[in-house]
Nanobody
């Protein structure tokens, strides 16, 4: 399923951004969807995910209480609302889709990836 992420940009600390991920095709509802990020010189890491049914939502401890993942089935869209942003949230953010995820936290569980969108938190 092709994925297109957007919504990144430059924001000041304590600011907010909403990332969007558009999924093509009619099988969107079959996929668990996740957000990952990769900062310069670091490995790609899990941020948040929502299961195919919407019944399970998970987020990394580093963003818990600040970031909210959601999906809108009618629009084939995945979102990441990011509040109270910190400089350490600076990274390229990727959306991903997978059908056989166990934990939803591992990169290897996802089959499709968007191209990434840059988020920079700086004053």
């Amino acid at each position: 399923v092709p994925l297109q992420a957007c919504g990144g940009g430059l924001v000041q600390p304590r600011g907010s951004l909403r990332l969007s991920c558009a999924a093509s095709g009619r099988t969107f509802t079959r996929y668990d969807m996740g957000w990952f990020r990769q900062a310069p010189g670091k490995e790609r890491e899990f941020v948040a995910a929502v299961s195919w049914s919407g019944g399970t939502i998970d987020s990394a401890d580093a963003v818990k209480g600040r970031f909210t993942v959601s999906r809108v089935y009618a629009k084939n869209m995945l979102y990441l609302q990011m509040n109270s942003l910190k400089p350490e949230d600076t990274a390229v953010y990727y959306c991903a889709a997978g059908t056989t995820t166990a934990t939803m936290r591992s990169i290897t569980e996802y089959d499709y990836w968007g191209q990434g969108t840059q988020v920079t938190v700086s004053s």
